[in-house]
Protein backbone atom coordinates (compact mmCIF):
# COMPACT_ATOMS: atom_id res chain seq x y z
CA UNK A 1 0.00 0.00 0.00
CA UNK A 2 0.88 3.33 -0.50
CA UNK A 3 1.32 6.29 1.66
CA UNK A 4 2.32 9.57 2.43
CA UNK A 5 3.35 10.11 6.35
CA UNK A 6 3.92 13.65 8.05
CA UNK A 7 5.80 15.03 10.82
CA UNK A 8 7.82 12.37 12.01
CA UNK A 9 9.48 13.97 15.00
CA UNK A 10 10.27 10.57 16.60
CA UNK A 11 12.62 9.52 14.17
CA UNK A 12 13.71 6.23 16.38
CA UNK A 13 10.62 5.13 16.90
CA UNK A 14 10.01 5.22 13.15
CA UNK A 15 12.53 3.44 12.46
CA UNK A 16 11.66 0.92 15.15
CA UNK A 17 8.04 0.45 13.53
CA UNK A 18 9.91 -0.06 9.81
CA UNK A 19 12.37 -2.77 11.75
CA UNK A 20 9.42 -4.28 13.35
CA UNK A 21 7.73 -4.85 9.73
CA UNK A 22 7.73 -8.56 8.09
CA UNK A 23 8.08 -7.31 4.64
CA UNK A 24 9.85 -4.66 2.56
CA UNK A 25 8.92 -0.84 3.34
CA UNK A 26 10.60 1.56 0.66
CA UNK A 27 10.70 5.04 0.67
CA UNK A 28 9.94 6.90 -2.43
CA UNK A 29 11.87 9.59 -3.22
CA UNK A 30 11.36 12.75 -5.68
CA UNK A 31 12.95 11.66 -8.21
CA UNK A 32 10.88 8.01 -7.99
CA UNK A 33 13.46 5.89 -6.61
CA UNK A 34 12.33 3.40 -3.91
CA UNK A 35 14.75 2.92 -1.25
CA UNK A 36 14.18 -0.10 1.07
CA UNK A 37 13.91 0.82 4.52
CA UNK A 38 14.73 -2.34 6.24
CA UNK A 39 18.29 -1.80 5.05
CA UNK A 40 20.28 0.78 7.66
CA UNK A 41 22.36 1.95 4.79
CA UNK A 42 18.96 3.08 3.23
CA UNK A 43 17.49 4.60 6.63
CA UNK A 44 21.13 6.91 6.82
CA UNK A 45 20.75 7.90 3.84
CA UNK A 46 17.30 8.46 3.43
CA UNK A 47 17.37 10.81 6.10
CA UNK A 48 20.29 12.59 5.45
CA UNK A 49 18.64 13.74 2.46
CA UNK A 50 14.70 14.54 3.68
CA UNK A 51 15.78 15.82 7.91
CA UNK A 52 15.13 19.22 8.43
CA UNK A 53 15.24 20.74 11.57
CA UNK A 54 14.77 17.79 13.45
CA UNK A 55 11.33 16.66 12.03
CA UNK A 56 10.88 15.01 8.41
CA UNK A 57 7.95 17.25 7.29
CA UNK A 58 6.36 13.95 4.64
CA UNK A 59 7.30 10.82 3.63
CA UNK A 60 5.50 8.78 0.81
CA UNK A 61 6.27 5.21 2.02
CA UNK A 62 5.19 1.65 0.31
CA UNK A 63 4.27 -0.86 2.29
CA UNK A 64 3.81 -4.82 0.81
CA UNK A 65 2.30 -6.43 3.67
CA UNK A 66 -1.51 -5.20 5.62
CA UNK A 67 0.05 -6.29 8.91
CA UNK A 68 3.04 -3.94 8.08
CA UNK A 69 0.56 -1.21 6.59
CA UNK A 70 -1.68 -1.63 9.93
CA UNK A 71 1.87 -0.59 12.25
CA UNK A 72 2.74 2.35 10.30
CA UNK A 73 -0.63 3.51 10.18
CA UNK A 74 -0.80 3.10 14.44
CA UNK A 75 2.35 5.19 14.58
CA UNK A 76 1.23 7.38 12.75
CA UNK A 77 -1.78 7.87 14.44
CA UNK A 78 -0.85 7.09 18.16
CA UNK A 79 3.63 8.70 17.91
Do not use: H
Given at each position: ?18 DQC???VEL ?5 DRL ?44
Amino acid sequence: MRMKIQNITNIEKFFSVVDQCKGKVELVTGEGDRLNLKSKLSQYVSMANVFSNGEIPELELISYETEDTDKLLDFMMKG
